[in-house]
């Protein structure tokens, strides 16, 4: 195998490494990179041509790259390249793996054997699947992910869940994909007009991936790169990408793929988040920084209620002194209130919920 040699890249955000995935892997820092995902050689071990019923010839994969003598073999391989990007995750770093039934649970055993915590096992359901031609087995209408964080007791990693249930449409976001197959116009064809590559992944794959599990300007690694999906991807969301490749005609097509993508704006590629993810900010806070003085007025939207202002962050009502979700609860006769919903201040003639000043503060925590 040749020693890994890096191209150099226009944008530091995009960097492409020509040569073996282990070499590579090993030559970058670390701890350095944010998420991997890989979609490894599948060791299909195929037995002969497929045919279609009427004897024209199945376009299956027998690249050299997908061969391995045993399955000792590839255990090695998978061992070997697993240990590398082991090394180059950070201590917040996970993983995802594609596989079909061929060597996805060779490749599960080895993630647990070396300290990997398996996450998640999602199902890729195509919608549109190649059928079983030869008519002696179910067609195979699915691959698997798997997604596993850099270690057992690792107490952060990113999951972008509620981005996940905005992108189904307010629901949870389930372990079974139902995607199609990688057809039409995405499809990338050869000088010939054949295949760039035999197992091209959608691209609504990698955008599912990289949307859930990496924030705007995360570095994603692809080991396996071929034409480059996982690059382009990245590029469109506004994350940063390293892709290892030892065949240099997929490389070519990647780099001429990933040139005519222009990534969307900063303010478009913002991702859902969970309201605990965001800093706490106390109610005291607000009254310190003078976005409430103390004795201003707050009432609820219709104004039956009112409270005034102190000093030290609390409120205080006719008969009653606390936070602004004590008294909030009190004065309804409720047992628990959300303050910074109820309670309103009076600005620019208009009455306003006093969460506007806890996000203020928080945009100003984030410009930090």
Known sequence: ?????????????????????????????????????ADPPYNLQLGGDLTRPDQSKVDAVNDEWDKFESFEVYDRFTRDWLKAARRVLKDTGAIWVIGSYHNIFRVGATLQDLGFWIMNDVVWRKS???PNFRGTRFTNAHETLIWATRDADQKKY??????????????QMRSDWVLPICTGGE??????????HP???PEALLHRVLLATTNPGD???????????TGAVAKKLGRKFIGIERDERYL?????????????????LKVTTSKKAEPRVPFGVIVERGL??????????????????????SIVCRDATGSIHKIGAHVQGLDACNGWTYWHFKTDGKLKPIDILRQKVRAEMGEG
């Open 1 to 37: 195998m040749g020693r890994a040699q890096s191209e150099t890249a226009k944008n530091p955000a995009e960097r492409i490494i020509e040569g073996d995935c282990i070499e590579a892997m090993n030559s970058l820092p670390e701890k350095s990179v944010d998420l991997i995902f």
């Open 128 to 130: 549109n699947p190649m």
């Open 158 to 171: 990113t999951f972008n869940y509620d981005a996940m249930k905005a992108l189904n449409d307010d629901l």
């Open 187 to 196: 499809r990338l064809k050869d000088e010939d007009g054949g295949k760039a």
């Open 199 to 201: 197992t091209q992944k």
């Open 219 to 229: 570095t994603v690694l692809d080991p396996f790169f071929g034409t480059g999906t």
């Open 252 to 268: 070519k097509v990647a780099r001429q793929r990933i040139a005519r993508i222009i990534p969307g704006a900063a303010e478009d």
């Open 292 to 313: 409430l003085e103390p004795g201003a007025v707050l009432t609820d939207p219709s104004r039956r209620h009112a409270a005034r202002v102190r000093a030290d962050g």
